[in-house]
């Protein structure tokens, strides 16, 4: 992976953790928001539930105040009750304390009497009979009760008490305040709220929760309910406030103003970082892989005019490519030095090869004739002569040989006769004494197409064969054949057989000669095969590679 693209993905995860910092952040801050929502919505809920129980509380006080008046336990007891008593004590309560109802009965649900202000038309009890007629009210164990109790005046908020009578019979005060569109205006007024009375079914309740705001931004108005249990502590009615959340507006702009500019500075951020990284670090990387790859300096020489860290890199390339190209110089110098001290010795080896196999052999061919003539010098002049003129010619031949070797010619004499008399005159220099014989079998034509140095490496391979046979193998007959190969029309074959003493290939010492006959081969692409055995000669093959005919010589 790249280091452009380990940025790039490097500066993507810097964005997706800003974004989600940033979405973190309003999530917190909603949520914060929301939290302070319940708070104002329990709060509320709270100042309600006092209000109402300090409204139910004064009707509390009145009620157990009237319990204990001993003139309204007489009354009660009456078994008829006194009526004129009743009106004029019990009725001017009613305005006093705030009731709109009065009730008194007995357990048995006989209304005694009963009390209400102008334009209250309910005279039934706001308790069901059964309750009175089966005694459950007098088997209460509460000595006064609280409930809810839905007129056809509107709702009551009721509160009995019972009395404490002589009569076997059990009397209870039923007083009743009636939640009116005044009372509701006030309560809302207390609590900076709309109050309204809802139906007690669970749909109901769940829409007033369930409200929200079109606008995301803009909180759902707080709403309050609270149920308003009636005898059988069943919900009658929804008490339900509708208040207007606080105005947040400008804390939503505050929020909104901060969310952008926190937006703004991370996007900002980040486009620094990268151009930054563009500018100062992939920029110059980008210039050093150019220069690396064209082995060129231009690229980095606006890195190397800059003064930053990667200065030192461009100047270490720098350093590199003239160390490497110092090093270059060395490595041709030294090439060329091993070239020439190759050539050198090799030709040396050449110039050994050739003295080993042309100047020494005809030395030693002269060194022969002289002996042969020494021998004959008594008994026959007529053969020493013609010996010492054998030797005088290879003496002769033997200088220009020299000559040609000093001036890197040919021999003159591959140049002036063919190829097959060089070699027959070649055998009858080296067999001076006369003791071998020859069977020479040369194609002339084939000999041709080699080019004169080929002919040369031939006569001097040809030479070293009959010394060895002559002078190691002491051979009486030496058998030379060049012919083309049978098999490989594109190779000559050269073969020299002689019936010497032969040796042992794998055991024998080798000479120089035969390391000279194989270095010649393997320097012309031939191939050399040496075949012999003690007491069968030896035999020498060569495979020579056959030239174009257009180089032929």
């Keep these: 992976m790249s280091i452009k693209l380990r940025l790039a993905l490097l500066l993507g995860l810097l964005l997706l953790v800003f974004v989600f910092c940033l979405l973190a952040l309003r999530t917190l801050e909603r949520?914060?928001?929301?939290?302070?929502?319940?708070?104002?919505r329990r709060d509320d809920a709270k100042l309600l539930g006092n209000w109402i129980d300090l409204r139910a509380a004064s009707l509390r006080r009145f009620a157990d105040d009237a319990s204990a008046w001993p003139q309204l336990a007489t009354f009660a007891s009456a078994p008829d009750g006194t009526p004129d008593w009743a009106a004029r004590h019990l009725d001017p309560l009613l305005p006093r304390?705030?009731?709109d109802a009065l009730w008194l009965a007995r357990a048995d649900g006989t209304v005694i009497h009963h009390a209400a202000l102008p334009g209250f038309a309910a005279s039934s009890l706001?308790?069901?009979?059964?309750?009175?007629?089966?005694?459950?009210?007098?088997?209460?164990?509460?000595?006064?009760r609280g409930y809810f109790h839905l007129s056809p005046a509107g709702l009551l908020e009721i509160r009995c008490v019972r009395l404490d009578v002589s009569t076997p019979s059990s009397v209870w005060l039923f007083a009743g305040r009636l939640w009116d569109l005044t009372y509701l205006a006030r309560l809302g007024d207390l609590t900076d709220s709309a109050a309204e009375l809802a139906p007690p079914d669970a749909s109901a309740i769940a829409d007033a929760l369930g409200e929200t705001s079109p606008d995301p931004d803009v909180p759902a108005p707080i709403v309050v309910l609270r149920p308003l249990a009636g005898w059988d502590g069943e919900p009658v009615q929804n008490l339900r406030l509708l208040k207007n959340a606080p105005d947040i507006s400008f804390r939503i702009e505050a929020d909104r103003l901060k969310t952008r500019v926190f937006l703004l500075f991370g996007l900002c951020l980040i486009a620094s970082l990268a151009v930054s990284l563009h500018q100062w670090v992939l920029r110059p990387l980008g210039w050093i892989t150019d220069s690396l790859a064209r082995h060129d300096t231009a690229p980095i020489q606006p890195l190397l005019r800059a003064h930053t860290e990667l200065t030192r890199v461009a100047r270490l390339i720098v350093s590199s490519f003239e160390h490497r190209e110092e090093l270059r110089r060395e490595v041709a110098e030294r090439r060329h030095a091993e070239a020439e001290l190759q050539r050198t010795l090799e030709e040396r080896a050449r110039l050994g090869r050739d003295l080993h196999d042309g100047v020494i052999q005809s030395i030693y061919a002269a060194g022969l004739g002289?002996?042969?003539?020494?021998?004959?010098?008594?008994?026959?002049?007529?053969?020493?002569?013609?010996?010492?003129?054998?030797?005088?010619?290879?003496?002769?031949?033997?200088?220009?040989?020299?000559?040609?070797?000093?001036?890197?010619?040919?021999?003159?004499?591959?140049?002036?006769?063919?190829?097959?008399?060089?070699?027959?005159r070649l055998f009858n220099a080296m067999n001076a004494s006369g003791a071998a014989s020859a069977d020479l079998a040369l194609d002339e034509t084939l000999a041709s197409r080699f080019p004169v140095p080929l002919r040369t490496e031939l006569l001097l391979l040809i030479r070293e064969a009959i010394s060895n046979a002559l002078r190691h193998g002491q051979a009486r007959h030496v058998s030379i054949r060049l012919a083309p190969d049978p098999d490989e029309p594109d190779l000559a074959r050269l073969e020299i057989v002689d019936d010497g003493s032969g040796f042992d290939p794998a055991t024998s010492r080798r000479g120089r000669g035969l390391d000279n006959l194989a270095a010649r081969a393997s320097a012309q692409g031939a191939d050399f095969h040496l075949?012999?055995?003690?007491?069968?000669?030896?035999?020498?093959?060569?495979a020579f590679p056959l030239p174009p005919s257009d180089e032929a010589g």
């Design 31 to 40: 949520r914060q928001f929301e939290e302070a929502l319940t708070s104002a």
């Design 370 to 424: 002289l002996a042969a003539a020494r021998k004959k010098l008594a008994t026959d002049p007529t053969a020493t002569e013609r010996h010492l003129t054998q030797v005088a010619d290879v003496l002769n031949d033997t200088i220009r040989d020299v000559r040609d070797f000093i001036t890197g010619l040919e021999p003159e004499t591959l140049r002036d006769d063919s190829f097959a008399h060089t070699v027959t």
């Design 126 to 144: 706001p308790v069901p009979a059964p309750a009175l007629a089966t005694g459950e009210l007098a088997a209460s164990d509460a000595a006064d």
């Design 97 to 99: 304390h705030g009731l």
């Design 531 to 542: 075949d012999s055995a003690p007491g069968r000669g030896t035999r020498l093959a060569f």
